[in-house]
């Protein structure tokens, strides 16, 4: 019975991504989630009890997905690292952040706006990019010891999630490679001394 719940379940959380990507947030219903899922509607309130929930936990998995990848693919900073090998880590950041942007960009979208109405799922976003902007504190640290680390790390983080945000989810004036090219620059301006 626990396995068949967890495939119920997992097959919710996959309809909710496919239904909040190509419908949004208010066409997606728990009726089409559930429809989409290939279960009643009264077992989607078994799991989860409205659409936000679902929302939420889709969140907290797509957030822990980025931080694992991120960690996995970054090599460690050190003081000593020449500026090529740091120009190296932010492309591998920045390509990353592009395709975590373009992997689903009718969810992302979905959770970005709905950050600004559901307190919940706006603590969650919070607690990731402090997460991650804690990581950058603490390379910043390594990098340029005496910068005001918090403050370098939150204009980064708003650099990097701004520009990808507009060239990737708007509509670009550049090729990506210009893009990514011009984005390293900055960023490196800021992080090598």
Do not use: C
Request: charged share 25%.
């Amino acid at each position: 019975m626990q396995a068949r719940a967890r495939r119920t379940r997992a097959a919710l959380v996959e309809a909710a991504m496919a239904e909040f990507s190509e419908r949004g947030h208010a066409s997606a219903t728990t009726k089409s989630i559930a429809e989409r899922a290939g279960v009643a509607t009264g077992s989607f309130y078994q799991y989860f009890e409205n659409k936000d929930v679902i929302l939420r936990e889709i969140a907290r998995r797509r957030f822990e997905g980025i931080v694992d990848r991120a960690l996995a693919m970054l090599p460690s900073p050190r003081s000593d690292d020449p500026p090529q090998r740091i120009r190296a880590s932010l492309q591998a950041i920045v390509a990353l952040v592009i395709a975590l942007h373009r992997d689903d960009p009718g969810l992302h979208t979905v959770l970005t706006e709905r950050r600004h109405v559901d307190e919940e799922l706006d603590a969650i976003t919070t607690n990731f990019e402090h997460a991650i902007m804690d990581r950058i504190v603490e390379w910043l640290g390594i990098w340029r010891p005496g910068i005001d680390g918090e403050a370098t790390a939150f204009v980064l983080f708003g650099m990097l999630e701004g520009a990808v945000h507009t060239h990737v989810l708007g509509h670009p004036r550049v090729s990506d490679l210009r893009f990514v090219e011009a984005l390293v620059d900055a960023l490196a301006r800021i992080v090598i001394r």
